[in-house]
């Protein structure tokens, strides 16, 4: 749900919401959806902005004196105020409005249940900032845990500042990556949240995630969603050229078929060339149907026409497909993409995200999209190389890929993974999704419970019907709803 006007460098999207290193192509893709989504399903209610002071440090005594104003919004619409439940909407790595919680099936269940709606920017991110927020030092402040902390203070602030009491009792609300801050705020502080909607959420950190492009590959071959065998053989192989052309150092071809801005013959910017290559068809995929105007069927009908090789048949795609991000060219500049995660002064607009991000890919989660040619992943092992990811950590951070890897299985083992210990937590994920490979996929216990959507893409779940909606999408929101008025 990012909203971006910067040059294009490679940059780090968890797409709404989550996602490792992405390309502002994936980013223009996505700002798109979430615009569609927001015109089909506003409601345009008044919806009041106010902040918090939070301690950048709730752990150590002397931190709380340093503090910073947290983003949040309120929409009353629908709160039954003696007993009507209270949803918290959570923000993750992107600027939030009260858009946010303006539409959507969390609106569409406060109007069920009559319930009231906050909406809580992460810390960090958007204008919930501070001047020096971005330095090393300070960074090591950015995590889920102190986000988590950042939540438990807020719902006592709410508690007192609405006059609330026991009745009216809380359901954490979240997808993709703030859908793991859902279920995790749900597991550590169970007296503050009665039930928790995980939507699209990768609870389980993973530092080399295969998984994510097997799916894809798999998810162009889905016949639900308009994909075949052939489609997907011709993305590969229309690939392996690609591979072919840069081996044989065909730079100015290259070049020339898939607008480079710059020459792209240095192994770093050919490298982040062919990133930028497949997260085009990763984003197109992650949100399918969803609004951006692509969508596996249309790629499809672009990479199976017979009387062009799979070559000619990317090479078209691609060049129909770019004047949609609102790019002049690709840019691969390698260093340009390093410059941009060195800076660290604050974003006055509140849309920079990407060195926050970095960092917590860094410290915490991995979900490095990797490659492996012996699956069957449709991409170039040069654009999903796991040593240029874990490179980027010790470059620009100055952690070693020993402690990512460290990182990483931390969070594993202080939030269970893919098989948390918590209670009265709905996950939700569709079979289109490729993060769904890192979420809960069947029922735990009788009260954490998993919702699997076949032919659904990232995060669908989260917006209110539509007559396109496949049935099994409207029944998921349907269950949805039933568990949290249990849970009520």
Known sequence: MVRLNQPFVLLIIFALRVSCFRTEISIKFRNLVHKNQYLRSA???????????????????????????????????YWRKSDGPVFLYIGGEFKMSGDFIDYGHIVDMAEEYGGLIFGVEHRFYGLSTFESCLDNYNLTFLSSSQALADLAAFVVFARDSYGMTDKNKWIAYGGSYPGSLAAWFKLKYPNLVSGAVASSAPVEAKTDFKEYNNVVASSFTSALVGGSEKCRDNIKNAFDE????????????????????????????????SLNLANIFDSIVQYNEEGGGFSIASVCRYMTPAHLTPYENLVQFVQTFFPSTGLPCMNNNY???????????RDPTGQSWDRQWTYQTCSEFGYYQTCDKNTSCLFSN????????????????GIPPKQVFENVAFTNYNYGGDKPKGSKTVFVNGSIDPWHALSVLSNQTSSQVAIFIPGTAHCANMNSDSPDDPPALRQARQEVSRLVGMWL
């Open 242 to 273: 690609v591979d072919q052309l840069i081996a044989e150092k065909e730079f100015t071809t290259l070049e020339r078929d898939f607008l480079s801005c710059k020459n792209l013959s240095s192994t770093n910017d050919t490298w982040l060339f």
């Open 43 to 77: 409601r345009h209610d008044a919806i009041e902005e106010h902040t918090i002071t939070q301690p950048v440090d709730h752990v150590a005594a002397k931190g709380k004196n340093v503090t910073f104003k947290q983003r949040y919004w309120v929409n009353p619409s």
């Open 382 to 397: 040069r654009s999903a190389d796991l040593s240029h990811f874990l490179g980027i950590c010790s470059d620009i951070f």
């Open 335 to 345: 260093a340009s993409f390093l410059s941009s995660l060195k800076k660290t002064k």
